[in-house]
């Protein structure tokens, strides 16, 4: 696992990710589609996401985004793990060319849980990502018992 790290991307930071072919420090990073005289913008969706996992391989995240998002406060996602979320699934269903992204709010930061599954990945990687997910938990720093 890796994280946190700064996503080149402004307000973007990766908290924690995983990636099946171990590459350490591996971030899906954003494209940036800036002409030279400072127009267009940096690109972060799951488009540009799905295009960086090589073949056979997967790629779980989570990221926050910081700095103004919208004038409403979501609603706090009230789970300490991320079953609410995702369903434990074949991730190759929803892979042709997009990632799946879910956006929640949590202990007052804007998460994005990413997912990206090659198609041509091994039943193992699925069920990595599968038991990945089941794994990754919410830390309360104010009690020690969780």
Not at 134 to 139: A, L
């Amino acid at each position: 696992m890796d994280g946190p790290e700064i996503i080149d991307m402004p307000g973007l930071v990766g908290l924690v990710a995983f990636n099946s072919w171990g590459q350490k420090d591996f971030w899906a990073r954003e494209k940036d589609e800036r002409n030279p005289d400072g127009s267009g913008s940096l690109i972060y969706n799951k488009d540009i996401i799905a295009s960086q996992i090589p073949a056979g391989g997967a790629y779980v995240a989570l990221v926050a985004t910081y700095g103004p998002i919208s004038n409403q406060h979501p609603d706090e996602y009230s789970l300490n793990d991320l079953s609410g979320l995702y369903q434990s699934h074949d991730w190759l269903l929803n892979s042709a060319a997009s990632a799946y992204f879910k956006d929640f709010y949590k202990s007052g930061e804007y998460l994005t849980l990413v997912v990206a599954c090659s198609q041509n990945a091994s039943d193992e990687t699925v069920n990595q990502i599968n038991e990945i997910l089941k794994s990754w938990k919410f830390v309360n720093s104010s009690t020690e018992d969780n």
